[in-house]
């Protein structure tokens, strides 16, 4: 596996310029309870408690379970994360419960006129965007114009209608802390599924506004939907919160950490003889630091000097710790 720079030593007397003058509010970790948290996971999850510890915010955790749900999985995502040390402040806030205020701001949007039905199945979308309409993976707006007797053909061919967000603009800059400024596509946003299910890109806006999030640390693979999402607080007057979206793990062929990959979760580290402790070293390791657990490491954390780039991780190299088990 690849390694940083240790970088021994306390942490400066304050991190840096941004996390001085933030007012301290509330960081999180959104795991979804579709399986079992992976070292990458993992990582993330250490990353966004540093980040808002060391910046006297709170750190709550949400289950995100409006997709996928498998049986035990919130029990064992939980577990794992006390098994390394990491504590957040209650209570856990589950996705599923909290729809009624995600439908409140999607009737804002309609109330305003920036929104309208869309029947395009996923086949149809997915062949629309290969066509010269737009940005790649931009929605081309099929539905955007549609009179009321083409909706109503539509909604006679039994077609479930999803809502989507009436974009006023192509592109939406943010700031980020890792990144600097970056400027990514906004287009016609699902907020409302075909079940009535609020869409993701909505649901993590409204819940971050309502939980007092004004940090969110999390992987950069969402990094490119995170214009949309910003774009969508303002449309619904509320603050866009300090982003950082901090590097992956990686498997030996250089491709994102998955499941699949070997020996990546803590159920499959213990099987191979390592402890919680030594599996928490190891994600410090990662990072440039020497340190056992979530308070000897936070005395060190200096986000100023996190990796830029991706860690690669070879599941199968299980590295032995000197020092306590």
């Known amino acids: 596996m690849s390694r940083s720079p240790r970088r021994p030593g306390r942490r400066r007397d304050r991190v840096e310029t941004w996390a001085r003058t933030a007012s301290p509010g509330a960081g999180r970790f959104a795991p979804s309870p579709s399986g079992d948290l992976h070292l990458g996971n993992l990582r993330t999850a250490l990353l966004a408690w540093l980040f808002a510890r060391s910046t006297g915010r709170a750190f709550y955790l949400r289950v995100e379970d409006l997709d996928r749900v498998r049986p035990g999985a919130e029990e064992r995502q939980l577990a794992d994360l006390t098994a390394l040390g990491l504590e957040w402040d209650p209570p856990v806030i589950r996705q599923s ?99 009535g299910t609020p869409a993701y890109n909505l649901a993590v806006v409204v819940d971050d506004a309502a939980q007092g999030i004004d940090q969110v640390v999390r992987g950069d693979d969402l990094l490119p939907s995170t214009p949309r999402q910003a774009y969508l607080a303002t449309l619904l007057g509320l603050a866009i919160p300090q982003y950082a979206h901090v590097p992956l793990v990686l498997n030996c062929d250089g491709k994102r950490l998955a499941k699949r990959d070997g020996a990546v979760t803590l ?59």
């Open 97 to 195: 419960r909290c729809q009624a205020r995600h439908l409140a701001a999607i009737d804002t949007l309609t109330a305003a006129g920036l929104t309208y039905e869309c029947y395009c199945t996923r086949r149809e979308i997915q062949q629309a965007v290969t066509a010269p309409h737009g940005p790649m993976g931009a929605y081309p707006g099929t539905c955007r114009d549609l009179t009321d007797a083409e909706r109503a053909a539509r909604r006679a061919e039994g077609r479930p209608a999803a809502l989507r967000l009436r974009s006023q603009l192509t592109e939406f800059e943010i700031v980020d802390e890792i990144h600097g400024s970056y400027r990514g596509l906004v287009d016609d946003l699902v907020l409302r599924r075909g079940d």
């Open 267 to 325: 159920a499959d580290r213990t099987a191979l003889g390592e402890t919680p402790r030594q599996v928490f070293a190891l994600l410090a390791d990662s990072l440039g630091y020497s340190a056992a657990d979530p308070a000897e490491l936070l005395d060190l954390f200096d986000p100023g000097a996190l990796p830029r780039e991706p860690w690669t991780l070879d599941p199968d190299n299980v590295v032995k710790f000197s020092g306590n088990p």
